[in-house]
C-alpha cells in the first residue's frame, strides 16, 4: 500500500527533477510577488532549518534569516507555482535533521563548517548530464544553436 502512495505522490510531484534540500543548506529562493497589477521577483536567503513531506506531492523547507537582529522564518512549499527557483549558496555538514535550536543561538554562534559549492555542483553534475542524455541530441544541438546566435 506505501508504494502505491509513492508512486502516486511521485506522479503528482509539481517539480519533477528538483534539487535534493537538506538541513543546513544555505539558499536563495526567487518568489514571485504580485501587488495590484504589477509582479516582481523578491529575494528571500537564508538558512534551511527544516525539509517535510519528503515524499509527498508537495515537499515544504523552512527558510530563516537574521534581518536587523530580528529571525525571520518562512515556510515554503517547494513545488509552489509562485517560487519560480530555489539557489543553493552553500551545504554545511549537520547532524540534525531539523535545526530548530539554531533559532535560540546567535548569529554568531550558529556559524557552521560550510563545504564549497562548486564541490557540491561537481557531486549533481551526473545527474544533469544523464537527464541530457534521455532527450534527442538533435534537441540539444538546436537548444546550442540558439543560445549562440
Same mark, same amino acid.
Given at each position: 500500500?506505501?508504494?502505491?502512495?509513492?508512486?502516486?505522490?511521485?506522479?503528482?510531484?509539481? !517539480?519533477?527533477?528538483?534539487?535534493?534540500?537538506?538541513?543546513?543548506?544555505?539558499?536563495? %529562493?526567487?518568489?514571485? #510577488?504580485? +501587488?495590484?497589477?504589477?509582479?516582481?521577483?523578491?529575494?528571500? +536567503?537564508?538558512?534551511?532549518?527544516? $525539509?517535510?513531506?519528503?515524499?509527498?506531492?508537495?515537499?515544504?523547507?523552512?527558510?530563516?534569516?537574521?534581518?536587523?537582529?530580528? /529571525? !525571520?522564518?518562512? #515556510?515554503?512549499? %517547494? /513545488?509552489?507555482?509562485?517560487?519560480?527557483?530555489? +539557489?543553493? $549558496?552553500?551545504?554545511?555538514? %549537520?547532524?540534525?535533521?531539523?535545526?530548530?535550536?539554531?533559532?535560540?543561538?546567535?548569529?554568531?554562534?550558529?556559524?557552521? @563548517?560550510?563545504?564549497?559549492?562548486?564541490?557540491?555542483? @561537481?557531486?549533481?553534475?551526473?545527474?544533469?548530464?544523464? %537527464?541530457?542524455?534521455? !532527450?534527442?541530441?538533435?534537441? #540539444? +544541438?538546436?537548444?546550442?544553436?540558439?543560445? @549562440?546566435?
Amino acid at each position: 500500500m506505501e508504494k502505491k502512495i509513492i508512486e502516486f505522490n511521485a506522479s503528482q510531484r509539481a !517539480v519533477k527533477n528538483e534539487q535534493e534540500f537538506h538541513s543546513g543548506d544555505v539558499v536563495k %529562493v526567487f518568489l514571485r #510577488i504580485k +501587488e495590484g497589477a504589477k509582479e516582481r521577483t523578491q529575494l528571500f +536567503e537564508g538558512l534551511i532549518i527544516a $525539509v517535510k513531506g519528503g515524499q509527498s506531492s508537495s515537499p515544504t523547507i523552512t527558510v530563516r534569516k537574521v534581518t536587523h537582529d530580528v /529571525g !525571520v522564518e518562512m #515556510i515554503i512549499p %517547494v /513545488g509552489s507555482k509562485n517560487v519560480e527557483k530555489i +539557489e543553493l $549558496v552553500k551545504r554545511a555538514k %549537520v547532524r540534525r535533521a531539523k535545526l530548530y535550536y539554531v533559532r535560540t543561538l546567535t548569529t554568531k554562534q550558529s556559524r557552521m @563548517k560550510y563545504k564549497d559549492v562548486k564541490d557540491v555542483n @561537481k557531486k549533481n553534475k551526473p545527474k544533469v548530464e544523464a %537527464v541530457k542524455a534521455e !532527450v534527442a541530441p538533435e534537441k #540539444i +544541438e538546436e537548444k546550442v544553436d540558439e543560445t @549562440k546566435a
